[in-house]
Nanobody, 127 residues
Framework: QVQLVESGGGLVQAGGSLRLSCAAS????????MGWFRQAPGKEREFVAA????????WYSDSVKGRFTISRDNAKNTVYLQMNSLKPEDTAVYYC????????????????????WGKGTLVTVSS
């Protein structure tokens, strides 16, 4: 059993910052890569950022590079997404994901069907 619970979403003005958290339970946390995805209204779910099981590697979509930072705290079984310089285009439901395979390299990104998903947290960026 795997459970992922996101928190930290909310309403923020353009140019502001938010930090999302994802608490994981149900299996060994520090052997699995973690990622963040988002889904805007009327759009498909898209990749945002990921971090390897060891935290030695990170990956970002081009749209968030230089603005978002993913990190993890294995002692707390938690992954974070620090979002700075937010834009209205960042408005979406943000989903936490955990790779179903242990010690797996995120690159290339695993299929969505090979990830466990949280329920999501809404981020709204006003102009």
């Amino acid at each position: 059993q795997v459970q992922l619970v996101e928190s930290g979403g909310g309403l923020v003005q353009a140019g502001g910052s938010l930090r999302l958290s994802c608490a994981a339970s149900g299996r060994l946390f520090n052997t699995y890569a973690m990622g963040w995805f988002r889904q805007a209204p009327g759009k498909e779910r898209e990749f945002v950022a990921a971090i390897s099981w060891s935290a030695r590697s990170t990956w970002y979509s081009d749209s968030v590079k230089g603005r978002f930072t993913i990190s993890r705290d294995n002692a707390k079984n938690t992954v974070y997404l620090q979002m700075n310089s937010l834009k209205p285009e960042d408005t979406a439901v943000y989903y936490c994901a955990q790779d179903q395979g242990a010690y797996r390299n995120w690159s290339p990104s695993p299929p969505h069907g090979e990830l466990y998903w949280g329920k999501g947290t809404l981020v709204t960026v006003s102009s």
